[in-house]
Structure formats: structure tokens, C-alpha cells
């Protein structure tokens, strides 16, 4: 019994360690859109431009058919002042978002479980209609790590919860005295 007791709290051990490299990478990811967003409302189309191609000019020296480096000076290039604008409030809105649920999840918010789960499945659903719009292996990529960060949170809020409720019936529980 002791044996099943150990490998079960090793299993929650790695899914909690997992839990915590999902967020922290969701926390990453937000902190990057936020970036890119409050650049695409400061630089002008012509000055991202410039920037992404001195950025990459070394890598498509050395490989000119590089894929990265091409869809983004592709992406720069077709942007306008308008689209920019737009396109940074998004990013900063959904970088915003996801600090500070990771924020909420890092410092174990009840709360935080449910929105988190709420909040990135709206994103998944709308990375699965853009992948019906055009095929993307990076967002087809991106989409299935967020299913499973989903999927650890769900884990995690309900391991927590059934602590919680340990704890609350110990609490409840007339105490025995020795007299």
C-alpha cells in the first residue's frame, strides 16, 4: 500500500513540476506579447521593417532560404500604420491577460484556476479558427501546448481543491482531547 502511496505522490510531484514549467512558460509568452505589442504601437511600419531585416540580415546571409526570418521581414513588410496599431492592442491585451493569470496561478488564487482555464481555452479556440483559415505548424504547435497547459491546470485546481477540502474537514472535526 505504502508503495502505491509513493509512486502516486511521485506522479503529482511531476505533474505539479509540469504545472509549473506550463505556466511560467505561459507567463514568458505573455510578457513577450506585451512587448511586441507596445513596440508595433511605437514603430513605425518602415522602422519595424528596418529593425526585423538588420535583425536577420546575418542569418540570411549565411542561409538565404531561412523560413523565420523571411515570414517575419514577409509580415513586417505587408503591415501598415492602422493594422499595427490594432494588431500591438491585441498582443498587449493577450500578453496582459496572461500575466496576470499566470500572476494568480504562480501565488495559488483559487480564482485564478477557472479563469485561467476559461481565458485560455478562448484562446485555443480562436487559434483553431485561425488554423481553419490557413495552416500553421508553429500555431499548430502552440495550440496543442496550450491544450496541455490546460489540461495541467485543470489537474492542479483539482488536486488543490481536494487539499483544501482535507484541510477544511480536519479544521471542522471536533479536536480529541486527551483527559
Known sequence: MNIIR????????????????????KGIDGTL?????????????????GFVGGLFRGELAEDPKDWLAHV???????????????????????????????AGLWKGKLWAYPAAIAAFAA????????????????LWIVTIVDVLVIALIAHEYMHVRRHLGRVQARAKAPSEEIR
Open 72 to 102: 517575419l521581414l514577409h509580415t513586417t513588410r505587408s503591415l501598415t500604420a492602422g493594422l499595427g496599431a490594432y494588431v500591438g492592442t491585441l498582443l498587449v491585451a493577450h500578453g496582459l491577460v496572461k500575466m496576470f493569470l499566470v
Open 6 to 25: 509513493i509512486n502516486k505522490e511521485k506522479e503529482e510531484r511531476g505533474l505539479h513540476d509540469l504545472f509549473e514549467l506550463g505556466i511560467v512558460l
Open 123 to 138: 484562446f485555443v479556440a480562436y487559434e483553431l479558427y485561425q488554423l481553419n483559415l490557413s495552416y500553421s505548424l508553429f
Open 33 to 49: 506579447e506585451l512587448a511586441a505589442g507596445v513596440l508595433l504601437w511605437f514603430l513605425t511600419p518602415a522602422a519595424l521593417n
